[in-house]
């Protein structure tokens, strides 16, 4: 719990500090190293086996390097590269989001995941279409990571009951 934190604090503290920082790289770094302890945690709750874990948690970090791949292919104006990598991304997503319907243990914690993990690629669509300015992006990037982090540990320390 400590880490998703950190992660994010170190990113925030970096977005802050810089005159021009690489935003899409501290984003996308941010996400790579927490996305899979918040879904582990969602994991643990269910007891999921550990072979079906690490294959969640693989497409998890698939779907997260296709989005920066996405990314950087749409800031070089390579869309047809990045619009493949964006689909790819969002395939990566649709096994983790069936594992995460299936569960019993945790289902404020599924619906804040579902719900913030499947605005990300909303925004990315937006941000590539030139429907918001990458301030924009940035800032719904910064609400949705808020609401997701913040949110799974509460909610984490609420179905533990040490909340």
Known sequence: ????????????V??????????QKAHYLSWF???????WLIFSLNHLSLENMTLMILLNQ??????????VDLEKG???????????GCFAFLPIVYQLLIFSEG???????????SAYPVVCWADAEKLISTDTRDISYSF???TSK????????????AL
Do not use: C, H, Q
């Open 78 to 88: 390579n869309e047809k590269s990045a619009w493949n990598w964006f689909w790819l």
């Open 150 to 161: 913040a949110g799974i540990v509460l909610l984490y320390l609420r179905e533990l009951k």
């Open 107 to 117: 289902f404020a914690l599924i619906v804040l995941t579902l719900i913030t993990w």
């Open 62 to 71: 698939l779907m997260t390097v296709s989005g920066y791949f996405a990314a």
């Open 144 to 146: 949705l990571d808020l």
């Open 33 to 39: 190293l927490t996305t899979p302890i918040m879904l």
């Open 1 to 12: 719990l400590v880490s998703i934190s950190g992660i994010s604090a170190l990113k925030y």
């Open 14 to 23: 970096y977005l802050s500090g810089s005159e021009s920082p690489d935003r």
